[in-house]
């Protein structure tokens, strides 16, 4: 079992920039691949970035890439998510995600039927 908390989210302006921290803990948490997703009213739980359980393969999705950074401290069992320039579209519920994929292919990161453990959640909102 693996429990996962987000903390950061907030209210920003368009073009500024938020970390958003997920703390992960279980005896299995390093070991898990870990991911972003996104959701807002109406839509679908939509992938933003996901990094392996080594730190070293990243995938993320095109509308966030050069803006979004994520990274790993395992010695923490902490995920981190840097966003930068954000846009009002950039607004939504955020969520920690944690699974175990069967390969490096990005689907099995990008998909979120891959990941099991999911955190509660926490807003973002950029304003115009």
């Known amino acids: 079992q693996v429990q996962l908390v987000e903390s950061g989210g907030g209210l920003v302006q368009a073009g500024g920039s938020l970390r958003l921290s997920c703390a992960a803990s279980g005896r299995t948490a390093s070991n898990c691949a870990l991911g972003w997703f996104r959701q807002t009213p109406g839509k679908e739980r939509e992938f933003v970035v996901a990094?392996?359980?080594?730190?070293?393969?990243?995938y993320y999705a095109d509308s966030v890439k050069g803006r979004f950074t994520i990274s790993r401290d395992n010695a923490k069992n902490t995920v981190y998510l840097q966003m930068s320039s954000l846009k009002p579209d950039d607004t939504a519920v955020y969520y920690c995600a944690a699974g175990t994929p069967p390969g490096v292919l990005s689907y099995y990161y990008t998909d979120s039927k891959r990941y099991v453990y999911w955190g509660q959640g926490t807003q973002v909102t950029v304003s115009s």
């Open positions: 990094i392996s359980w080594t730190g070293g393969r990243t």
